[in-house]
């Protein structure tokens, strides 16, 4: 069997990056005066930068083309660019393929979709055992797309030839697909899902991501601390490394391995500090220039009095782990392990992951405290209250509480 045509060039040709007013005014013109949606697409430099702002924006139409807008030429000094007026020529329908991680870098700029369509969601509620753009525009569409620069360093200008072409053909089929796969929502009666949950991300689109408690317990290696004075070394290193990232506008872990910091936790004392140095990943050359931050890091944590501990584990507002249960609340056990699997053989006659039917933190809380009285209204407030949509509460709600009733 051959191998799908392979698309290397957009059919309209590469275009320049829009980066001056006159290049952006001739570019909303265009695009207002296009039809149908706009296929949306953002570059970031995940992995090179702190920031997760957009380095490029690529912008489809039908009738207008494709434009590659620098959103860096229109920032006004340290303040992100203020790319609003663009977002009336888009059209009332933004097509994006995982919306979730480009809304945030598109909202910084100004442009919040009216209505959207996640190629990658329809992917998954459709069963798609792979879901990334390529893959989809291959299986779909019998194309395959080049995908050698998605995580290539965008914010290095100028940009070579060969990823302002990837970039282009990232938003090129995009329309397409989004036809093709509405086609096949509705055939499957998964339409309706689909627009609750696309909805869903565009009313979320411009709300700021709660900030997370203690972010630096996240460190990779974490689980290798033992005591609180350990946990506050990981603080203070994480924190120093943290500002000099933001300062640089750096990834942190360019600045600074996640193994080297929990290495130092577990291993430094105030007897062996000045051999820092000797810790996989201080030994860096760009580890080494920001020494005194990482010593006064490590001073700052060896000589903080016993009531400044952090406590090794954050108290939770959810349910114990699910291993405990079977000890502390058998009837809970049952309740959770008839839910999960009600849950399982749900996903796999609807073809659907069983994430995008309901998360698992939900599905424990419920099983753990179930409403009382127990009742589908009650279960359905609960499900709703957690941020079930409609079309998972019709499917869940009543085969929920006849299994969480501890007699099932």
Known sequence: MSEPPLLTVPADGVPEPVADRAALDRAIASLAAGTGPTGIDAERAHGFRYSARAYLIQLRRAGAGTFLIDPIAFRDGDAEADLSALAPALGPEWILHAASQDLPCLAEIGLLPPTLFDTELAGRLLGFPRVSLGTMVEEVLGIRLLKEHSAADWSTRPFPDAWLAYA??????????????????????????????????????????????????????????????????????????????????????????????????????????????????????????????????????????????????????????????????PAAAGRLERARAHVTQLSEDLHIPAENLLTPDVVRRLAWQPPQPLSEDAVDEFLAAHGARPWQRDLLAGPFTRLLADDA
Do not use: Y
């Not at 000099?244 to 929990?262: M, Q, T, V, Y």
């Open 168 to 329: 282009a053909l990232d938003v090129e089929l995009l329309a397409d697909l989004r036809t093709a796969l509405t086609e096949q929502l509705e055939a499957s009666g998964k339409a309706e899902w689909a627009r609750q949950e696309f909805a869903a991300l565009a009313a979320g689109a411009g709300q700021p991501a709660p900030e997370r408690v203690d972010p630096w317990r996240r460190t990779s290696g974490m689980h290798h601390v033992r005591t609180p004075r350990q946990a506050l070394l990981v603080q203070c290193l994480w924190t120093a490394r943290d500002a000099i990232a933001r300062e640089l506008d750096k990834a942190p872990g360019k600045i600074l391995p996640d193994r080297a910091i929990s290495g130092a936790a577990t291993t430094v004392t105030a007897a062996t500090r000045q051999q820092l140095r000797a810790v996989e990943g201080f030994e860096r050359r760009q580890a080494k220039r920001f020494e005194s931050n990482w010593l006064a890091a490590v001073d700052q944590a060896l000589s903080a009095p016993r009531s400044a501990l952090p406590p090794l584990h954050l108290p939770s507002d959810g349910p114990p782990p699910p291993r405990t249960w079977a000890r502390r609340d």
